[in-house]
């Protein structure tokens, strides 16, 4: 376990290899599930390249610097830390370069090129990259094609389809794998989530090894809508109507506010992700069977993506049901 976070210790060895060939590089895409320790990996990353007195190549901050200390307290002036604002659906452009009054006099952009106060770095890190628009992306690609020395960027998102063109082929993609569900569960007592062990287990068992879809589970009370929905999913033949119905009235839970509803959903395609990827290495030695679970997941996944860019929520969820409905009619799946 390095610095405190479970489960990636790989990617720290790739990292110290880098570090220790003298080329690492200075901009990276963290991509991998909500909730596994992207953000927290960073800033941790983030403290041991600014650290002078520890042991850089080995990713070991000292802990006791200026530099640890005030990175600590949130207030590091060689790191810069940007992500969504919370009434916002994108990065505003400004974050990057400043508003109309302080173009190009303030944002990341400006701040990332300017001399480090305390080391030999700047760090910034660039959280919800799933939510960059094309005009702050092409803020960014200067940035990104001609980064001042020393300084490194990370941006942080969820899934490649998400991303960019321009920001994909300008970055090193690091992949982040999701927790497994015995650290999910450990995280979850350890940090008072869950009331005990059973309950604890049971969260991580559903959350995809995702602690934040295990906390999401945990608040909305999903238990419930989870074992009513899969048993939906399993059914054969699967009833759209029935499942269409148990999709909607948990998603009209959420009252009329957009985000609450998407939200919901977005939980839901999480539930049958889980549910289908399950069922792969249930169904393996059953070929046909396993090439409609397998289609049925890429639409999951294709399916939470259009969510994301907005796409009409009762229009998506009635055609996402519809076509997985289709993958295992008899004629499908060789029965």
């Known amino acids: 376990m390095w610095q405190g976070i479970y489960g990636h210790d790989q990617l720290v060895e790739r990292f110290q290899r880098s570090l220790a060939s003298g080329r690492l590089p200075s901009s990276f895409l963290f991509l991998g ?24 190549e080995k ?3 000292c802990g006791t610097c200026d530099s640890c200390r005030q990175l600590d307290a949130g207030n590091h ?51 919800d990259a799933d939510y960059l628009n094309i005009e702050s992306s092409n803020c960014l690609l200067k940035t990104l094609e ?26 090193q993609v690091v992949r982040f794998q999701p927790l497994a569900p015995e650290v999910v569960a450990q995280l979850l007592v350890e940090q008072g989530i869950a009331e005990n062990a059973y309950q604890a287990e049971a969260l991580a068992a559903a959350s995809g090894g995702s602690l934040h879809r295990a906390l999401q589970l945990q608040q909305l009370n999903l238990a419930d809508f989870t074992e009513r929905f899969v048993r939906q999913l399993a059914a054969e033949p699967l009833d759209v109507m029935r499942c269409v119905g148990v999709l909607n009235d948990f998603v009209n839970e959420a009252g009329t ?14 539930v049958a992700t889980e549910h289908f990827r399950g069922q792969l290495r249930v169904n393996l030695r059953d070929l046909s069977r396993q090439d409609a679970v397998i289609r049925s997941l890429d639409r999951t996944l294709q399916a939470e993506e259009d969510l994301d860019r907005n796409a009409n929520q ?3 969820l009635e055609c996402w049901i519809d076509e ?10 060789g029965s």
């Open 146 to 171: 001609e980064p001042p020395p020393g300084a490194v960027l990370i941006l942080i998102g969820t899934s490649r389809g998400r991303q960019l063109p321009t920001i994909l082929s300008r970055t």
């Open 257 to 270: 506010v957009p985000e609450a509803r998407r939200q919901r959903l977005r939980l839901a395609f999480g």
């Open 324 to 333: 997985i409905a289709s993958y295992f009619e008899p004629s499908q799946v």
């Open 59 to 61: 990713l070991m901050p």
């Open 314 to 316: 009762a229009t998506l």
């Open 77 to 127: 002036p060689d790191l810069d830390i940007v992500g969504l604002p919370e009434d916002k659906r994108e990065i505003p452009l400004k974050t990057f370069i400043g508003d109309k009054e302080h173009r190009n006099q303030e944002g990341l952009c400006h701040q990332i090129a300017l001399r480090p106060m305390l080391g030999k770095r700047r760090v910034a890190i660039i959280d």
């Open 33 to 56: 599930p909500e909730g596994i320790g992207k953000r927290t990996f960073a800033i941790k990353l983030a403290k041991a390249l600014l650290c002078p007195k520890g042991a850089p």
